[in-house]
């Protein structure tokens, strides 16, 4: 892969091209920042910016006033090729805080094995109603330890009105759900994105997360798509280097809270 062009690539798509999550969020462009609004329980943030040693100061307090008078905490998503160098340093000394670091990775969808191999007892069910939303988030909040109230809501918001765009899948082992991921399918995309993969403690290191992110491969080629991306945490980027995915870039999320 050229990296250097993927990620302009990934950029072009993704970022400055980026599609509203769901129903009631909105993507703007305000100047050099592009951001999403939307419910209180919708991500709200900044996908992208194009900022220099002059403008960024201002650029941030605008996405300050934006999302206070919104009333909505908000996420400033920072890779690590935007500018200036000194973003971060910035944003922190604005009020954000910043999380954990992660790895932005991509791989060819085709290029994955073609077989899922669960652990004998296993089995993937397709999730498409309320039922199997609360299965996803009672794995969320087992497997990750937060409350994944907001994010089921918003899986269910998009089954309902955008089925086409997401596919979500939950692993059973005796009808119990042990894990559970996410893959969104943006129209118009070379780009699936790979998310919220997460299995319980108790049934970790057996293949499962593997054998999702080969499953949710599988449906993304299917429907036409070239790459796999995925914000890959420190626990699952041997794994998916394992399988074949390249490191793109760093993205580390940058909270303010209002």
Same mark, same amino acid.
């Given at each position: 892969?050229?990296?250097?062009? +993927? /990620? +302009?690539?990934?950029?072009?798509? *993704?970022? *400055?091209? %980026?599609?509203?999550?769901?129903?009631?969020? &909105?993507?703007?462009?305000?100047?050099?920042?592009?951001?999403?609004?939307?419910?209180? #329980?919708?991500?709200?943030?900044?996908?992208w910016s194009g900022l220099g040693p002059h403008d960024a100061d201002a650029a941030i307090a605008?996405?300050?006033? #934006?999302?206070?008078?919104?009333? #909505?905490?908000?996420?400033?998503?920072?890779?690590?090729?935007?500018? @200036?160098?000194? *973003?971060?340093?910035?944003? *922190?000394?604005? =009020?954000?805080?910043?999380?954990?670091?992660?790895?932005?990775?991509? %791989?060819?969808?085709?290029?994955?094995?073609? #077989?899922?191999?669960?652990?004998?007892?296993?089995?993937?069910?397709?999730?498409?109603?309320?039922? =199997?939303?609360r299965m996803v988030v009672e794995v969320h909040d087992q497997a990750f330890g937060t409350d994944?109230?907001?994010?089921? &809501?918003?899986?269910?918001? &998009? !089954?309902?009105?955008? @089925?086409?765009?997401?596919?979500?899948?939950?692993?059973?082992?005796?009808?119990?759900?042990?894990?559970?991921? /996410?893959?969104?399918?943006?129209?118009?995309?070379?780009?699936?994105?790979?998310?919220?993969?997460?299995?319980?403690?108790?049934? /970790?290191?057996?293949?499962?997360?593997?054998?999702?992110?080969?499953?949710?491969?599988?449906?993304?080629?299917? $429907?036409?798509? $070239?790459?796999?991306?995925?914000?890959?945490?420190?626990?699952?980027?041997?794994? +998916?280097?394992?399988?074949?995915?390249?490191?793109?870039?760093?993205?580390?999320?940058? !909270?303010?809270?209002?």
């Open positions: 892969m050229d990296i250097t062009a +993927l /990620r +302009l690539h990934y950029d072009r798509q *993704l970022r *400055l091209g %980026a599609r509203p999550d769901g129903p009631g969020d &909105r993507v703007e462009r305000d100047g050099p920042v592009v951001r999403q609004t939307g419910p209180a #329980h919708a991500w709200n943030g900044v996908l605008a996405q300050i006033r #934006h999302f206070r008078a919104a009333g #909505h905490s908000f996420e400033w998503k920072l890779y690590g090729h935007d500018g @200036p160098a000194d *973003l971060a340093e910035r944003l *922190l000394a604005a =009020g954000f805080t910043a999380d954990e670091e992660e790895t932005l990775m991509v %791989a060819e969808a085709t290029a994955l094995p073609a #077989h899922e191999g669960l652990p004998a007892g296993v089995e993937l069910r397709a999730v498409t109603d309320e039922a =199997g939303v994944g109230t907001d994010m089921g &809501r918003r899986l269910l918001d &998009r !089954l309902a009105a955008a @089925p086409g765009t997401v596919a979500a899948v939950v692993a059973l082992a005796d009808g119990v759900p042990v894990s559970a991921a /996410r893959l969104d399918l943006p129209p118009d995309s070379d780009f699936a994105g790979l998310y919220s993969g997460g299995t319980v403690a108790a049934w /970790r290191g057996r293949g499962i997360y593997r054998a999702l992110v080969t499953h949710r491969a599988r449906i993304a080629a299917e $429907r036409g798509y $070239r790459y796999l991306q995925v914000d890959a945490a420190p626990t699952s980027r041997p794994i +998916l280097a394992r399988l074949g995915f390249t490191e793109l870039t760093t993205t580390t999320p940058y !909270l303010y809270a209002v």
